[in-house]
């Protein structure tokens, strides 16, 4: 059907070029959140990753739009290039004219323009996208990049790698350590739910011209392509774009609704083949800075999966102080994830300043005992995964508290008197 016929004065659904509106929806909203959160990180990284058709390239540039004009920032299709063709479209993006130039002398006015940048007004950034795509020498000029520093501070690029599949098993590799101890978020696209979607088509309807869109899409119908989308964004465009061009009378009916494969979220692991497992290597694990009244007292890195601290000098983070329990508080490790339990301690436990029973410890968390802070690092950990959710194994949190228990035991039992003849007996 004609465009004209449904009252509309341009394609509501175009599947190249700018659309005539940008919707926002939860994932895209949380999305752009992250960003922002790198662009203000003095290390900032993240990876951004959804399967086709999720709303990668559209949320970079609603993002990029509603930078500041005088904030340098290059986007680049990282698809089969190599050192010298990255670091040449990186400077082209710039504004600078390259002309014949070797890989050391590109990276040399790179280094140049990022430093320069850095000191004199903000850490530019640089997003690639298609990254699984990049020659494995291009991945490693990024790193060489990740490691310029100002002042010895601050990271002077900011990095977001894009991808139409999970990162991790790429930023898992000893060579990519330099940008993988920077990431602050992992960001996976999510659907949208079916009020989202509605919402989508309808405002997109209406700034392509329709004056009433459940005229052309009845809710029902709006129910039927979030089913066959997904909820993914760019396969809702298209299922509508082909629902308009097969009706011939308005509304569209439930039956002109094409049901295509869809694709699988990117929060699942995705095996690479070019990955070779003996050089993938875990996440670092976490660390826990203690401190009080702002000098540092440990630096500890949390190697099992549990941690106690109290006052006692049987925990793993034994803190002499009045106001801190004998055993304060529990920390868990289950995969990526660590989870904080107070222990019933007399004065509270605190994270970022709000008391807390139970807490999904996140990276840059402030853990606060008394007048003792620790500040949990972990860049993997970038999301409240609730703890009754598949991440946490109820069993390891039972068998960690069963330990606990059996301490409490044995250092019951080291107050009690020993046993001696010269005592009475009863």
Not at 115 to 133: D, F, R, V
Not at 142 to 170: F, G, N, P, W
Not at 184 to 198: F, G, Q, V, Y
Not at 217 to 229: D, G, L, T
């Amino acid at each position: 059907m004609e465009l004209g016929a449904v009252g509309l004065s341009e394609q509501p659904f175009p599947t190249h070029g700018k659309p005539p509106a940008i919707i926002a929806y939860a994932s895209k909203i949380a999305a752009i959140e992250s960003l922002n959160n790198v662009k203000t990180h003095l290390n900032g990284a993240a990876l951004l990753q959804g399967p086709s058709l999720s709303g990668k390239s559209t949320l970079i540039r609603s993002f990029v739009e509603a930078l500041p004009e005088d904030f340098a920032v290059a986007v680049i299709d990282g698809k089969g290039l190599n050192t010298t063709n990255l670091l040449a479209s990186v400077l082209r993006q710039f504004g600078y004219d390259i002309g014949q130039s070797s890989a050391n002398e590109l990276l040399g006015l790179v280094r140049m323009f990022v430093l320069q940048q850095a000191t004199s007004n903000a850490a530019p950034m640089l997003i690639i996208e298609n990254t699984h795509e990049l020659n494995p020498s291009a991945l490693r000029a990024l790193c060489e990049l990740a490691e310029l520093k100002v002042r010895h501070t601050s990271s002077a690029m900011k990095l977001v790698l894009v991808s139409d599949r999970s990162l991790q098993s790429i930023i898992a590799t000893k060579a990519m350590t330099p940008i993988a101890k920077r990431i602050i978020h992992d960001l996976h696209l999510r659907p949208m739910n079916a009020e989202e979607t509605r919402h989508y088509l309808y405002s997109k309807l209406q700034a392509a011209g329709s004056d009433d869109p459940e005229l052309i899409f009845p809710q029902e119908v709006c129910q039927e392509i979030w089913r066959a989308s997904g909820g993914w964004p760019g396969i809702a465009d298209r299922v509508a774009l082909l629902a308009l061009a097969q009706t011939n009378a308005l509304p569209v009916a439930v039956t002109n609704i094409e049901h295509p494969a869809l694709p699988a979220g990117t929060w699942a692991d995705c095996s690479d083949s070019e990955i070779k497992p003996e050089n993938i290597v875990p996440p670092a694990p976490p660390r826990l800075v203690l401190s009080n009244s702002g000098s540092v007292i440990s630096d500890l890195t949390m190697e099992k999966t549990q941690a106690l601290i109290g006052r006692s000098v049987h925990n793993d983070i034994s803190i002499p102080n009045r106001f801190v329990s004998r055993h304060h508080v529990l920390l868990v490790r289950d995969g990526t994830s660590t989870l904080l339990m107070d222990l019933n301690s007399t004065n509270g436990t605190f994270v970022n300043s709000n008391r807390v029973s139970n807490h999904v410890l996140i990276h840059d968390d402030v853990i606060t005992l008394g007048d003792h802070r620790i500040k949990f690092y972990d860049p993997c950990a970038t999301a409240h995964i609730q703890p009754d959710g598949e991440d946490f194994a109820d069993t390891a949190i039972m068998k960690t508290l069963e330990d606990m228990r059996n301490l409490l035991a044995r250092e019951n039992a080291e107050l009690l008197p020993t046993a001696s003849e010269n005592l009475p007996t009863i």
